[in-house]
């Protein structure tokens, strides 16, 4: 079975600083995704990358997947207390079954201090 | 707008007495997931729902049931929960997958205390 790690799993960062989470697998990832939770909260999208080398921006972060399609990184700019929460990357099952099953990395919990 | 739906927000039963977690969606997506996730651990999937096809996770419980009567519905039962059932459980949907690979919609989730 596939398994996802993230690393860090936890990280305190200043506000005004950047900070990259890396997302490894043991396997070729097909449907790389970057969800935020909130404690206590359902989990929100962020960005979805498939392609080797694929790069995708969204306000302060930036998603990362590398050419082999094994690695995933999520970069923050200059972090913000809103950045704070658990990071996951998920990533598609790989078997067809007319559904997207994601199964989850181990999460990397995001402490902004003002 | 748009959006996943859960109730309750949190449950609390009893060791044993059977519960049951509600979904509903305006999204009108093909695709109702449920996840069971436990505290500092990431969420699992249990099984999923393509249309009225039911898709069971190997690892799934038997102890846990779903039932799907429309496309806006889906329902977690769980016939006779354990301690080691407390949890938080999330609903989630998309459209349908392959071959594309769709972004999943997942409601604020449900609390479950076993006492």
């Known amino acids: 079975s596939q398994e996802l790690e993230q690393s860090p799993q936890s990280l305190i960062v200043q506000e005004g600083k950047n900070l990259t989470i890396n997302c490894t697998s043991s396997k070729t990832l097909y449907g790389l995704y970057w969800y935020k939770q909130k404690y206590g909260e359902g989990l929100i999208f962020l960005m979805m990358l498939q392609k080797g080398g694929e790069e995708k921006s969204h306000e302060k972060i930036t998603a990362k997947l590398d050419e082999k399609k094994q690695q995933s990184s999520l970069h923050i700019t200059a972090s913000q207390p809103s950045h704070a929460g658990i990071y996951l990357c998920?990533?598609?099952?790989?078997?067809?079954?007319?559904?997207?099953?994601?199964?989850f990395g181990t999460g990397t919990r995001l402490t902004v201090i003002p | 707008d748009a959006m996943v739906i859960q109730n309750p927000r949190y449950q609390v039963t009893q060791f044993g007495k059977p519960v049951t977690l509600s979904c509903s969606q305006t999204l009108n997506h093909n695709v109702m997931y449920w996840y069971q996730q436990k505290s500092s651990q990431a969420p699992k999937l249990l099984f999923h729902y393509y249309d009225k096809d039911f898709n069971n996770e190997a690892d799934t419980p038997d102890n846990f049931q779903s039932r799907r009567p429309n496309t806006s519905f889906c329902f977690l039962d769980i016939r006779s929960p354990g301690l080691g059932d407390a949890a938080m459980y999330l609903c989630?949907?998309?459209?349908?997958?392959?071959?594309?690979?769709?972004?999943?919609?997942f409601g604020p989730g449900t609390r479950l205390t076993v006492l």
């Open positions: 998920g990533a598609d099952g790989g078997e067809w079954t007319g559904a997207n099953n994601l199964f």
């Open positions: 989630a949907t998309s459209r349908a997958g392959r071959p594309s690979y769709n972004e999943q919609f």
